[in-house]
T-cell receptor, first 118, second 112 residues
Framework: GAVVSQHPSWVICKSGTSVKIECRSL??????MFWYRQFPKQSLMLMAT???????TYEQGVEKDKFLINHASLTLSTLTVTSAHPEDSSFYIC????WGQGGNQPQHFGDGTRLSIL | GESVGLHLPTLSVQEGDNSIINCAYS??????FIWYKQESGKGPQFIID?????DKRQGQRVTVLLNKTVKHLSLQIAATQPGDSAVYFC???????????FGTGTSLTVIP
């Protein structure tokens, strides 16, 4: 159980285009999902917390107009990288925690999206 | 503490030996800790967790030790196998928040 699906797994696009990444919890509901960015051989850096039915909470230094997050349902959050440029190339990973379970629960991660901007 | 953009430390062990991976955290308010394993090109995979009211927890071939006095967490892998080669991250969360903060990570290489 607790499977998180992320799509696409890999995308290459031209500079200036916008790219949407989907994160779905397949067998549980999640009021909160998280978006991370990871550079090669580095740790995961939290970008934002996606809240179902409300605005996302962005970490300091993350441009909210650049990285648009929508969490329209309890099983889907999307991250849109707007007007992407080569410096946005990275590995983006989402995670979710099951809703309604008492006590601490681990986050479950998708398999990430490799974004390459030419 | 929060994740930082440092390059990964590495650990090499012989197949069959035990591995110990360490993690230091800085937030005294953290009360839930998790170890994740990340293979190349994939997302992190849950290994084992521990709550702050415990100092040791065992799973299959893995043991997590928590020392709250010095804010230190370790993951012990018994009889390390080639399939254990990956990057291992510790993560912490405070009891007042929802976010998880990841440590620097350690790259484990198992030598056959």
């Amino acid at each position: 159980g607790a499977v998180v699906s992320q799509h696409p797994s890999w995308v290459i696009c031209k500079s200036g285009t916008s790219v949407k990444i989907e994160c779905r919890s397949l067998d549980f509901q999640a009021t909160t999902m998280f978006w991370y960015r990871q550079f090669p051989k580095q740790s995961l850096m939290l970008m934002a917390t996606s809240n179902e039915g409300s605005k996302a909470t962005y970490e300091q230094g993350v441009e909210k107009d650049k990285f648009l997050i929508n969490h329209a349902s309890l099983t889907l959050s999307t991250l849109t990288v707007t007007s992407a440029h080569p410096e946005d190339s990275s590995f983006y990973i989402c995670s979710a925690r099951p809703w309604g379970q008492g006590g601490n629960q681990p986050q479950h991660f998708g398999d990430g999206t490799r974004l390459s901007i030419l | 503490g929060e994740s930082v953009g440092l390059h990964l430390p590495t650990l090499s062990v012989q197949e069959g030996d035990n591995s110990i991976i360490n993690c230091a955290y800085s937030n005294s308010a953290s009360d839930y800790f998790i170890w994740y394993k990340q293979e190349s090109g994939k997302g992190p995979q849950f290994i084992i967790d521990i709550r702050s009211n415990m100092d040791k927890r065992q799973g299959q071939r893995v043991t997590v030790l928590l020392n709250k006095t010095v804010k230190h967490l370790s993951l012990q892998i018994a009889a390390t196998q080639p399939g254990d080669s990956a990057v291992y991250f510790c993560a912490e969360t405070p009891n007042t928040g929802n976010q998880f903060y990841f440590g620097t990570g350690t790259s484990l290489t198992v030598i056959p």
